[in-house]
């Protein structure tokens, strides 16, 4: 059964940095583009990064851009999002997803980001 | 990348139908026909219930339907069901990126 498992959430400072990853299981990560995705409380859901399966080409939400990095390790499984230069806006739940064009059929359960001093 | 426009909430009573809209631009729901749609229960994980405007992944019961004319899409889900109710979120590719709705909730009376 596939799976995703997001890893790496927590408090933060302003102006701090953190690094999300996100362990797949029951497939190959590489095979396919990744996303993610985030939820800030009380609020709906954002798309924030993609990852390209075939060339990784990387692409970003304008919120984010210049700030956060996604990434992945093939040899690992796993995808990354390195998130700097916090705010307390980017406060939210993150998920990572298997997926593109706004498809994503596969989910992480979420890591809780929190940006606060 | 402004979010699409959904209705805040919707209701119904079992087994009648509702629809949620879900109203972009020519720049996302109308110029691709790459509409998702979610279900998502508070704390869970969202749930793929429809892509590519109409099509529904396996195990996801035909009483949930996609359109879309124009720049609005629309969800329908007909006999409704108690655990139908969910915040339910549609999606769109809009080029280099994506973007998703602010989100219905769903109540089943």
């Known amino acids: 059964e596939a799976q995703l498992l997001e890893s790496g959430g927590g408090l933060v400072q302003p102006g701090g940095s953190l690094i999300l990853s996100c362990e797949a299981s029951?497939?190959?990560?590489?095979?396919?583009?990744m996303t993610w995705v985030r939820q800030a409380p009380g609020q709906g859901l954002e798309w924030v990064s993609s990852?390209?399966?075939?060339?990784?080409?990387?692409y970003y939400a304008d919120s984010v851009k210049g700030r956060f990095t996604i990434s992945r390790d093939n040899s690992r499984n796993t995808l990354f999002v390195q998130m700097n230069s916090l705010r307390a806006e980017d406060t939210a739940v993150y998920f990572c997803?298997?997926?593109?064009?706004?498809?994503?059929?596969?989910w992480g359960q979420g890591t809780m980001v929190t940006v606060s001093s | 990348q402004s979010a699409l426009t959904q209705p805040r909430s919707v209701s119904g009573s079992p087994g009648q139908s509702v629809t949620i809209s879900c109203t972009g631009t020519?720049?996302?729901?109308?110029?691709?026909?790459?509409v998702s749609w979610y279900q998502h229960h508070p704390g869970k994980a969202p749930k793929l219930m429809i892509f590519?405007?109409?099509k529904r992944p396996s195990g996801v019961p035909d009483r949930f339907s996609g359109s879309k004319s124009g720049n609005t899409a629309s969800l329908t889900i007909s006999g409704l069901q108690a655990d139908d109710e969910a915040d339910y979120y549609c999606?769109?590719?809009?080029?280099?990126?994506?973007?998703f709705g602010g989100g219905t909730k769903l109540t089943v009376l």
């Open positions: 997803a298997k997926g593109s064009r706004g498809v994503y059929d596969i």
């Open positions: 029951g497939f190959t990560l590489s095979s396919y583009s």
């Open positions: 990852i390209s399966g075939s060339d990784s080409s990387t």
């Open positions: 020519s720049s996302d729901v109308g110029g691709y026909n790459y």
């Open positions: 590519d405007v109409s």
């Open positions: 999606c769109s590719h809009a080029g280099v990126s994506n973007v």
